[in-house]
């Protein structure tokens, strides 16, 4: 620990005696200071042991002696060290009277001993004390990568924990905990998401201090990682500030837990390219093949039923974010995921049927949804880096080109809707009608129509109302007719001349078909 007051009043060398501030000198010397100015306060910064032999001071003085402590009270200096024999014999009793009042400690310093005496006893002592942090510093860093390479970082975390006399935490890249020490810090750790989410927005590395002394703790928070998006994040509670040796052991964990996360993020790299591989295999119809490459590293994702996402952006990190999404979820909940950017605007993620992979791409997606439907014009904007996902239905090995041709189309759906997310069974157990509010679909029925509403326009029948009763009746005269209200002979007149000015058959399906989907088109617009 640094030097006190009372370390220095106990060093035999030294022969300091205590006339006033006996409760005050557990107080730490920060440095020594020697002056004879009448007010050496500007010269000061605090936790100073001031030396003095009141050569320009009339310490008989009771009002200027109150000013003067008063003004090294209010710096920040620890004590006063008054010689005696030089131009007093004895500390005079206004000055020690003051100091009593101020709670300052005052030394009475001998003849013989010099200032420089008491300046080298401060000085071998910070020197020691701080040989002693390093050392210590040291010593935890040897055990905290002791404990990374036998126990990984939770046996870290616990090492830490140790070291400070608190405890730690370790986030991922989402903000979520996953591992603490001792575990009861799990609650604490918890509650600082928002923190940790805030701090992973500020250019890495970066640092903050939360909590103090009207908290639990006080907690320090580290990002870790050396790209610009940091990977994860360290928390350290601890009841009051760190000291010099648990400073080192801080560090220490950082760049350890930093190579973790680089290593990490190389291994990364390499599952990437063989997911690569292993999907490509997939698409191309050769699931055995697929599944030696792949071997143990994504567990049983390939036996079982697995859903296909495909998400789109030209925002490289809208698709870092739904990666970070769906791996912290799939990590957490102990489920195998595969993630393959096809490109730098394309991502394909193979993920367990109902389990939270997809659930969080899912709530990922609502989010993003009401952020922009509470958005000022309430509209996404059209713009180009708005993220679009597609999602297939649950689908196995064999069927998998099959998911992924399903979660490309339900990405183009969402295209077109201005959707985040669109899941292919919405699609499949939905209605074909929303699929026609398309610009080229309502180009065609205009086109297709036209001719039939112009003929209307002018008065000489109601060719458009009676194709669609017609239509919507099957071909029924009588029933359509009726809906019309006029006779049969009439609404087949009026079917000719449709066929007339189309210059098609209605006898053909196809033509049926094209005049019902467009009718129902018109329609939608309306």
Known sequence: MPPTLASLVHHSALKLTVRAGEDHLDVPVRWVHASELADPVPYMEGGELLLITALKLDAEDAKAMRRYVKRLVGAGVVGLGFAVGVNYDEIPEALVATAQEEGLPLLEVPRRTPFIAISKAVSAAIAADQYRSVTAGFAAQRELTRQALTDGPEGLLTALAAQVDGWAALYDASGAVVATAPEWAGRRAARLTADVERLRDRPAPASSVVGGPDNEDRVELHTLGT??????????????????????????????????????????????????????MLLAGQPDHARAVAGDLFGGLLDAPFRIVVGESADGAALDALAEVVESAAARSGEAVLVVPEGPERLVVLAVDDGAAVEACVEHAAMLEAERATSATGERTGDEDDLVVGLSAPAGPIAAAAAYKQAEQALSVARRRGRVLVEHEQLAAGSVLPLLADDAVRAFADGLLRPLSEHDATGRGDLVASLRAWLSRHGQWDAAAADLGVHRHTLRYRMRRVEEILGRSLDDPDVRMELWLALKATAAAE
């Open 227 to 280: 790209g610009r998006r940091p990977r994860a994040a360290l928390a350290v509670g601890t009841a009051a500030a760190l000291g010099t040796a648990e400073r080192y052991a801080v560090h220490s964990a950082i760049a350890l837990l930093t190579l973790t996360t680089e290593r990490s993020r190389s291994l990364q790299a390499a599952q990437e390219r063989i997911g690569a591989a292993v999907l490509r």
